[in-house]
């Protein structure tokens, strides 16, 4: 099992800038992936970004240029640094990984945490 406990969450104007921080513990030998999702009022639960083990990055194209993703491995954490935020990105974020669990892998999700960006 891996738990997942986000941060970093708030209220900003349009243009201010979040870093949101997300830490796991538990199995965390087993994560291959971690990353950010985030839910809209009404919409989808929709990718924002992942990186791998590695530090392979994907980011979706409403935020490249934006947003950038971070890992630190020895901690085990992930961070999303959010700049030039826009009314558009006001959504529950939730962090994510995919841990190895035999005979494939699993999903664990974090509680969330609220991002309004709102003049």
């Known amino acids: 099992q891996v738990q997942l406990v986000e941060s970093g969450g708030g209220l900003v104007q349009p243009g201010e800038s979040l870093r949101l921080s997300c830490a796991a513990s538990g199995r965390t030998s087993s994560i291959l992936i971690m990353g950010w999702y985030r839910q809209a009022p009404g919409k989808q639960r929709e990718l924002v970004a992942t990186i791998t083990n590695s530090g392979t990055t994907n980011l979706a194209d409403s935020v490249k240029g934006r947003f950038t993703i971070s890992r630190d491995n020895a901690k085990n954490t992930v961070n999303l640094q959010m700049n030039s935020l826009e009314p558009e990105d006001t959504a529950v974020y939730y962090c994510?990984?995919?841990?190895?669990?035999?005979?494939?892998?699993?999903?664990?999700w974090g509680q969330g945490t609220q991002v309004t960006v709102a003049s």
């Open positions: 994510y990984a995919n841990g190895r669990q035999y005979p494939g892998t699993r999903v664990y």
